[in-house]
């Protein structure tokens, strides 16, 4: 199962932060963050 999670904006260290959550899980249920492997700009298209 893969999942993406929009989360609410909230302040943090005086700016807002927009951020989303992508995940899968692996055979077993086990959550796994999805990330890049390498630096990315933000706003990038997730594909």
Do not use: F
């Not at 904006?9 to 700016?15: A, E, N």
Request: glycine share 6%.
């Amino acid at each position: 199962m893969l999942v993406l999670e929009n989360l609410e904006p909230r302040k943090m260290m005086g700016l807002e932060s927009q951020g989303m959550i992508l995940a899968a899980s692996d055979e077993n249920d086990n959550p796994i963050l999805i990330q890049p492997i390498k630096e990315v700009p933000n706003g990038s298209t997730i594909r």
